[in-house]
């Protein structure tokens, strides 16, 4: 069952204390993907020389992002198997936003990929992450009464 409000996603979004630490919002969700958006804090700047946002932060936001635009798509959030992360300017103030949208949809794989920009549009991070589909948690499973192998 697809996920077609940004409502439910950011549901899904909610339920981690560390989406909720750093400010996840859910921004959009159409055909083409899923945008986060993510606002510039200070307790997220990893260099106060550079007043930047600590490059785990937005590697984790790419991760987010690729996996949600997958949940959206199947109805549940899937475990990530690989992920690469470009860092390509810091990111020192402003909003952050992070487009996601499916690149290959395997039987079990799955292939997303997720591109940050900044306030102006300038690309901060890009990343490509794989996920497997090995069915929906146990937990929503047993919810919406299907069978659990």
């Known amino acids: 069952m697809a996920i077609d409000t940004i409502e439910q ?7 981690s204390p560390f989406n909720r ?8 969700l159409d055909a083409d993907g899923l945008t986060l958006e993510v606002p510039w804090r200070l307790d997220l700047v990893s260099s106060p020389e550079r007043n930047s946002i600590h490059g785990g932060v937005l590697a984790s ?3 987010t992002a690729s996996d949600y635009v997958i949940a959206a798509r199947l109805g549940y959030p899937v475990p990530t198997i690989d992920l690469r992360v470009d860092y390509h300017r810091a990111a020192t103030s402003g909003l ?8 290959h949809a395997g039987k079990q794989l799955i292939t997303a990929e997720t591109r940050i920009t900044d306030d102006e549009g300038r ?6 992450g794989l996920y497997i589909d090995s069915g929906p948690p146990r937990a929503a499973a047993a919810a919406s009464g299907t069978a659990i192998k």
Do not use: P, T
Not at 21 to 28: D, R, S
Not at 96 to 103: D, P, Q, T
């Open 9 to 15: 996603i950011q549901a899904i979004a909610d339920r």
């Open 61 to 63: 936001l790419i991760d």
């Open 21 to 28: 630490w750093i400010g996840v919002k859910v921004a959009g």
């Open 123 to 128: 690309l901060i991070a890009s990343g490509r």
């Open 96 to 103: 952050l936003r992070a487009h996601a949208k499916i690149v």
